[in-house]
C-alpha cells in the first residue's frame, strides 16, 4: 500500500467513527441535561407538596382550635376572647393556603 492509500483508508474510517462519536456525545449530553432538569422539577414540586401538607395541618389545628374555643363558649356562656382570638387565627391560615395555592397555580376555593 502507498501512503495516499492508507491516508484514504485512514479518512474512510476515521472520519465516520468521529461523527458518530460525536453524534452520541451530543445525544449523552442532551439526556443528562433533560434529566437535571427533570430532577430540579421534581425538587420543586416537592418542596411545594411539602409546603402545602404544612398548612393543611396548620389549617386542621386552626379549626380544631376554634371548634374547642366554640365548645368552651358556649358551655361556659359567653366568649371572653377565645373565641375570637381562634378566629383570627384560622382567618390567617386559612389565607395563607389561599395564596400558597394561588402562588402554586392551583385554582381551587379555600
Same mark, same amino acid.
Not at 29 to 47: I, P
Not at 80 to 108: C, M, P, W
Given at each position: 500500500? +502507498?501512503?495516499?492509500?492508507?491516508?484514504?483508508? $485512514?479518512? =474512510?474510517?476515521? @472520519?465516520?467513527? #468521529?461523527?458518530?462519536?460525536? !453524534?452520541?456525545?451530543?445525544?449523552?449530553?442532551?439526556?443528562?441535561?433533560?434529566?437535571?432538569?427533570?430532577?430540579?422539577?421534581?425538587?420543586?414540586?416537592?418542596?411545594?407538596?411539602?409546603?402545602? +401538607?404544612?398548612?393543611?395541618?396548620?389549617?386542621? $389545628?386552626? =379549626?380544631?382550635? @376554634?371548634?374547642? #374555643?366554640?365548645?368552651?363558649? !358556649?358551655?361556659?356562656?359567653?366568649?371572653?376572647?377565645?373565641?375570637?382570638?381562634?378566629?383570627?387565627?384560622?382567618?390567617?391560615?386559612?389565607?395563607?393556603?389561599?395564596?400558597?395555592?394561588?402562588?402554586?397555580?392551583?385554582?381551587?376555593?379555600?
Amino acid at each position: 500500500m +502507498e501512503g495516499a492509500e492508507v491516508w484514504q483508508l $485512514l479518512l =474512510a474510517v476515521g @472520519l465516520p467513527t #468521529a461523527i458518530v462519536s460525536g !453524534l452520541v456525545g451530543m445525544l449523552f449530553w442532551r439526556l443528562k441535561r433533560w434529566e437535571t432538569k427533570r430532577q430540579e422539577n421534581q425538587e420543586k414540586k416537592d418542596a411545594e407538596r411539602r409546603e402545602l +401538607e404544612l398548612l393543611q395541618i396548620r389549617g386542621t $389545628l386552626a =379549626a380544631m382550635s @376554634l371548634g374547642e #374555643a366554640t365548645a368552651t363558649a !358556649l358551655k361556659n356562656g359567653h366568649a371572653n376572647g377565645e373565641t375570637e382570638r381562634a378566629l383570627a387565627y384560622e382567618t390567617q391560615v386559612k389565607h395563607e393556603i389561599r395564596d400558597f395555592l394561588a402562588k402554586s397555580g392551583v385554582n381551587h376555593t379555600v
